[in-house]
């Protein structure tokens, strides 16, 4: 027990699994809020092959800082990055069973793991400084300028990335520090980036798609993880053999106009997308009470009574969708942000969009090409940030990431 107490299905349910109200729930019956602590508490083991905060069920926080390398002589650079890359790994499964690493200040005493994963990825500039251009891969190459682009440079780029996801802030952000703090030799910060999203413990299903600042459902008709479309479209099968069985992360910070998007009425918005706002259902999708829902299978020909197309030629869903595409998908794991206000105090708040895929030429660069070009969603946005890191896969036991490129 020890859930406190928490709306659920109209009762109210304590963590014990006794009910009060409309809904009981029986003591045997598994009880979804405390099942959802247990998790938020818990180590993230790592399947060995990839990297961890990728496919894991995203937890509520986010911490993602880029850096830069310090040393200019290519030879130096790869010495760093040998002992950087080296150190970081070491620390990182210290980090993830929820222990400090040397030195550590006492801000986490008394919390477990929180579901932390740390993930590590590098720019194609660090293999640039490193004198490795021959050996960057086809997949790392830079996006390309994209229209309606409002790209803020200092904001994006790096040459290292190292991500921090957990159900807890103050674990999250003691990871980042200490990952910081030990890198201090080697790089310095260029960029950070918060983000959150609800928490697996406050959410009556935490499997359920959680929402964005828009509202929206929002991650769908992503791969699942561990099927044979998801590796497909996330992990990298050829190409260099320290990248084999990793993945490439292109990150937007896109700003949600959000004062804007609020004076749409609710039909509207979910026009703009081609998705029911209120269940995610497709708009080519019956009724919800005659079985349309989520999971309902878009149908981009289905037509409206008055003949118009269900789903909108310019809605959000049509552009992206695989189908146009030649099939290609890419896994979408965005964190909400929320910087405050900018000069002109505007909400500073929006989507940090991150996009796993194995090679970001032929998923992410040409569906943007497609959304900047008639996607209705673009009036209600700004792509502000661009950031495309290698993530290579996990190290074998007693080896560090990355360690075949710089051996
Ligand atoms: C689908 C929102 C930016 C690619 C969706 C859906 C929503 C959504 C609500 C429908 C539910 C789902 O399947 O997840 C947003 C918002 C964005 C944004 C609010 C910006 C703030 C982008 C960008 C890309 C993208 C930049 C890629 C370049 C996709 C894809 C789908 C999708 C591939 C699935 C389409 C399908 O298979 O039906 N997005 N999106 N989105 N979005 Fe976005």
Redesign the pocket.
């Known amino acids: 027990g020890g859930a406190g107490l928490l709306g659920l299905g109209g009762g109210v349910v304590l963590g014990t699994g006794v009910a009060l109200g409309t809904q009981r729930l029986l003591p045997d019956r598994p009880n979804p809020v405390e099942a959802a602590r247990r998790a938020a508490v818990a180590a993230v083991a790592g399947d060995g092959r990839h990297q961890p905060g990728i496919a894991e069920r995203a937890p509520a926080h986010l911490i993602f800082t880029a850096y830069d390398l310090i040393s200019t002589e290519p030879t130096a650079v790869r010495s760093a990055l040998a002992a950087l890359l080296r150190t970081w790994t070491s620390a990182s499964a210290v980090l993830m069973r929820g222990e400090p690493t040397a030195g550590a200040e006492r801000d986490t005493a008394g919390l477990g793991p929180a579901a932390l994963t740390v993930t590590v990825g590098l720019g194609a500039s660090a293999l640039r400084r490193a004198g490795l251009d021959t050996r960057i891969p086809g997949p790392l190459a830079d996006i390309p300028a994209l229209p309606g682009d409002r790209i803020d440079a200092a904001r994006g780029g790096g040459d290292l990335a190292v991500q921090v996801c957990a159900e807890d802030p103050m674990v999250a952000y003691s990871a980042a520090r200490q990952l910081r703090r030990i890198a201090a030799a080697y790089v310095q910060p260029r960029w950070v980036q918060r983000g959150f999203q609800r928490t697996a413990a406050g959410a009556a299903d935490p499997d359920a ?1 959680p929402r ?1 600042l ?1 509202g ?7 791969p699942r993880p561990g099927t044979a479309q998801f590796d497909l479209a996330v992990w990298a099968a050829d190409g260099p053999a320290w990248m084999r069985g990793g993945t490439y992360v292109v990150c ?1 910070r ?1 700003r ?1 106009l959000l004062d804007s998007w609020d004076r749409l009425t609710e039909a509207a918005q979910s026009e703009v ?3 029911r706002k209120s269940d ?1 259902a497709p708009l080519s999708a019956p009724p919800a009470d005659q079985g349309g829902g989520e999971t309902t299978a ?1 149908d981009f020909a289905a037509r409206t009574a008055d003949g118009r197309p269900a789903i909108a030629v310019n809605a ?2 049509r552009l ?3 189908q146009f595409h030649g099939g290609v ?2 896994f ?1 794991r965005g964190y909400s942000y929320d910087d405050g206000l900018d000069a002109t105090g505007e909400p500073d708040a ?2 940090f ?1 991150q ?1 796993y895929q194995a090679d970001p030429r032929t998923a ?1 660069v040409p ?2 090409r497609a ?1 900047a070009a008639s996607d209705a ?1 673009s009036t209600f ?1 700004r ?1 502000t940030s661009n950031a495309l890191f290698a993530i290579p896969p996990a190290p074998p036991p007693g080896g560090f990431l990355a360690q075949q490129l710089l051996d």
């Open positions: 798609t964005n828009m929206q459902v929002d991650g769908t008709d992503n937007r896109i949600m997308i081609g998705r995610g878009p959000h869903i992206a969708h695989p998908a890419m979408r929006g989507l969009f996009a992410f569906v943007q959304l969603l946005i792509h």
